[in-house]
């Protein structure tokens, strides 16, 4: 059985260190790269933070229900394409997602036992510090950034877990026990479960 882990954060949250830390240390988890129509910013490479496309063609997909989710941020949009779900499926993993709450939501309402997770920093001044210290945002970005960064907050009560992104090593161990924990959830081991009933010559029910 895949579970399927829904990661949301407020850009600047520390969020990508999280999951990539994360993805480094499991071998047993794939990660759904995004598709997009924004431009690519600085060294990112096609296929490896995003798939960028024209809107047009992402347009086009939009139409053929490619999409688990998608979604217009910032006049661009960003969507997760359903044949990493089918991947992790065959192959028997888990599927990390790093999506914002509107695509959170979405998702939620296809897959409704998916595990949401988000990220938080500690507070606004934080926040802005990390952003500014990324040099890659002018400062009207930054400040849209934050506003909408508050906007999503007031979401938090819509994922099973929120993460306080104080300490970095400390939040890869909680988004790893978060991860272990599902794992072994009822529903996750109720193929083994099966044969150790069946040792005591009951069925499950």
Excluded: C
């Excluded at 009207?140 to 877990?161: G, K, P, S």
């Amino acid at each position: 059985m895949t579970t399927v882990l829904i990661i949301s954060a407020p850009s600047g949250s520390g969020k990508s260190t999280l999951v990539n830390r994360l993805m480094r240390s499991d071998p047993q988890l794939d990660f759904s790269i995004s598709y997009t129509t924004r431009e690519p910013r600085g060294a990112e490479v096609n296929g490896q933070q995003y798939h960028y496309i024209a809107r047009e063609e992402f347009e086009a997909r939009i139409a053929k229900d490619e999409f688990l989710e998608w979604a217009q941020v910032f006049g661009n949009y960003y969507g997760t394409h359903r044949s990493y779900l089918d991947r992790a499926r065959a192959l028997g993993r888990d599927l990390v997602l790093d999506i914002d709450v509107q695509g959170a939501r979405q998702l939620k309402e296809r897959i409704p036992d998916a595990v949401s997770i988000f990220i938080l920093a500690p507070s606004r001044e934080i926040l802005e510090r990390r952003l500014r210290a990324r040099s890659e945002d002018r400062d009207e970005v930054i400040q849209r950034r934050l506003t909408e960064a508050a906007q999503e907050i007031r979401n938090f009560d819509l994922y099973d877990y929120v993460l306080v992104n104080q300490d970095v090593e400390e939040s890869v161990m909680r988004l790893k026990s978060i991860v272990e924990a599902e794992r072994i959830r009822r529903e996750r081991v109720r193929e083994q479960i099966r044969p150790i009933l069946a040792s005591f010559g009951m069925e499950q029910e």
